[in-house]
């Protein structure tokens, strides 16, 4: 595609491929082998033609000479038939190889970039990667590399054997087939942009449908049944359009090489009529120049065609090499300390974290101690920088060395891996698989038992609903399954963290859309469950969080004030405010 999105780093970007040509070598060189087979026998058959009609012009055939010929082009052209079926299987064989290892190349390191990079990438753009350009590389490093080869081989040995016979009359009978190469590319290049414009409002017109019907009751509840209808109506015309005018290019490009390739065939029946007149050649090789000719009109068009295939895969594999070039912004240590025993500490000094990009600082110097076993709350207006600190602990996004400490060694200086292994992370937006209940809640722990996941469960009073499904903890959840209600999901997100059962555990905000009691009984059964456990519970509404041992209060990036329940009411105006603020208007719900 030109003039589209950057080529990333073009020509560089074949060190993507390199390993593996040499890879799958001895099927490449086979394949090349079988092509340029197919190439020399094809070169055969006019001298053939040649050498049948030049005894027929000098009234010296025999019928057994004849029947040698038609033998010798027979068994010519089983060969082609079998050498043509040997280098498609194995250099279309080649492509998809490389295809597919190119395919799992990319989700392998796609499963090694973190948060940041998904930040910039959408996931339509990263998919548009793994299937359209993937397609546009596997075009070319199949079809684009026979093509080549061909074009080479062929163009170079139809060019000869056409010399051999009449270097003149080569000259004049390639002269309209720059043309033909110019225009194949022009048109080849304008094939494709019109290809991909349908393609695209294809897909404007399935998303509509699919939106349309997935909202089906606002719509009607909306009375806009008429104006869907009228949008639909106006993408499809559009589609029809656009693939009437693809149909166009489609047309011209055969009719007009046909063109081109005639105009060669009218200066040869012309001047080399007049060089068999004169007896400079004979009928045969006026013949064999002819079919000569045939072979050369192919690689003339290859070379426009090639070109194009070329380019778009060069583009494509730049855009993939961009993001097999990116890297993780979080690494390992060098040398990392091995993770300190015993039960976890976290202790956060002079935090400080920005966002890329953001004029304010998401974290300003934040200090605190979050004891081994401890529960601690966190709570804080939106925006005031909770989720931050959730992402932080989780190793989600690089921190500053000195801000944040576990059992005193700097988080900097640990594993990733041993970092992440130790902490249980149920972030603000839930997201579940498409899968049953008990799958669900085991996908960190698929060797727990059904009594452990129904343990976890109950702490997370989701059991008894899970028992009201039609098929209890077998019950699939989305699309084709149960359909669950936000609090409801939150609380299965709960149990799959806790199944973890890991040192560490962070809450995020995920209890928002569980009514207040339940959310307060469930902090309140996770002391027992996990003793010995550090906890973060952060929560937009203070009630449940009395309990916890200490809370803390975020404002602005900026921890204002902790202390227990009791002691932020008498000490932190803000915190009073907060609570009072959300004390009255759950009075209001009650009474309404
Ligand atoms: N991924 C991000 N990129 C840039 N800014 C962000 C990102 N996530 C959050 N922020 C900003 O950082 C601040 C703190 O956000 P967040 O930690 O999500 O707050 P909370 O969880 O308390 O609602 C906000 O100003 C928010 O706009
Ligand atoms: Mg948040």
């Given at each position: 595609m030109r003039g589209g999105a950057s080529g990333g780093r073009g020509g560089a970007s074949l060190g993507l491929i390199r390993p593996f040509i040499r890879r799958y070598s001895p099927r490449l060189i086979g394949g090349l082998f079988a092509l340029l087979t197919v190439d020399l026998l094809q070169l055969g058959i006019p001298r053939l033609v040649k050498r049948a009609v030049d005894l027929l012009a000098h009234g010296a055939a025999s019928q057994m000479a004849l029947a040698q010929s038609a033998l010798a082009i027979f068994l010519l052209a089983i060969g082609i038939a079998g050498c043509r079926f040997v280098w498609r299987y194995l250099i279309l064989g080649f492509s998809r190889l490389v295809e597919r290892d190119l395919r799992d190349d990319f989700f392998r390191h796609l499963l090694t970039l973190d948060r940041p990079f998904f930040q910039k990438k959408p996931v339509g753009a990263i998919m548009a990667l793994a299937t359209n350009d993937l397609a546009a590389v596997q075009l070319a490093g199949g079809m684009g590399l026979v093509a080549c080869a061909d074009a080479a081989i062929m163009g170079t040995a139809a060019l000869a054997c056409m010399a051999y016979i009449s270097p003149r009359l080569t000259l004049i009978a390639v002269i309209p087939m720059p043309l033909l190469a110019l225009l194949t590319r022009v048109l080849s290049a304008r094939l494709h942009r019109r290809f991909l414009k349908v393609q695209e409002q294809f897909s404007h017109l399935t998303e509509f449908a699919r939106n349309t019907i997935t909202g089906i009751r606002l719509l009607k509840a909306y009375t806009q049944e008429a104006s869907q209808a009228e949008v639909f109506g106006r993408l499809g015309r559009q589609y029809q359009q656009d693939n009437i005018r693809l149909a166009r290019v489609h047309g011209t490009l055969f009719p007009i090489s046909g063109l081109v390739g005639n105009t060669s065939l009218l200066l040869v029946i012309f001047f080399g009529g007049r060089l068999v007149i004169g007896n400079a050649i004979t009928v045969g090789d006026f013949v064999a120049f002819i079919s000569y000719l045939y072979l050369l009109t192919w690689p003339m068009m290859a070379v426009g065609w090639v070109a194009n295939l070329f380019q778009r895969g060069l583009t494509s594999l730049g855009r993939l090499d961009e993001v097999m070039a990116a890297t993780p912004t979080l690494a390992d240590p060098a040398r990392p300390v091995p993770f300190p025993a015993g039960q976890t500490e976290i202790s956060l000094r002079n935090l400080h974290f920005q966002y890329e990009?953001?004029?304010?600082?998401?974290?300003?110097d934040v200090s605190c101690l979050l004891r081994a076993g401890e529960i601690v709350g966190l709570v804080g207006r939106s925006g005031s920088g909770k989720s931050t600190l959730c992402h932080l602990l989780a190793r989600q996004y690089p921190v500053e060395d000195g801000g944040i400490f576990l059992n005193g060694v700097d988080i900097n200086q640990l594993s990733l891996s041993s970092v992440r292994e130790r902490v249980a992370y149920v972030p603000q937006d839930v997201l579940l698989f498409s899968d049953t209940v008990a799958a669900n809640i085991g996908f960190?722990?698929?060797?727990?038992?059904q009594e452990q996941i129904e343990a976890a469960a109950k702490i997370c009073r989701i059991h008894e609903e899970i028992l009201g499904f039609s098929e209890g903890y077998q019950t699939r959840i989305g699309e084709k399954g149960v359909k669950l209600s936000g609090g409801q999901r939150q609380r299965i997100a709960l149990a799959r963290a806790l199944l973890l059962d890991r040192p560490l555990l962070i809450i995020d905000d995920s209890l928002s859309a569980v009514d207040l009691e339940t959310e307060q009984e469930i902090i309140a059964g996770l002391a027992a469950y996990l003793p010995g456990r550090t906890c973060l519970i952060v929560s937009h509404r203070i009630a449940p969080l009395r309990g916890a041992a200490r809370i803390m209060v975020l404002e602005e990036g900026r921890l204002l004030a902790q202390g227990n329940h009791e002691e932020l009411l008498a000490t932190s105006p803000f915190y009073r405010t907060m609570y009072q603020q959300q004390q009255m208007q759950s009075h209001r719900e009650e009474e309404l």
């Open positions: 990009g953001q004029m304010q600082p998401a974290l300003a960190g722990n698929p060797e727990a038992s």
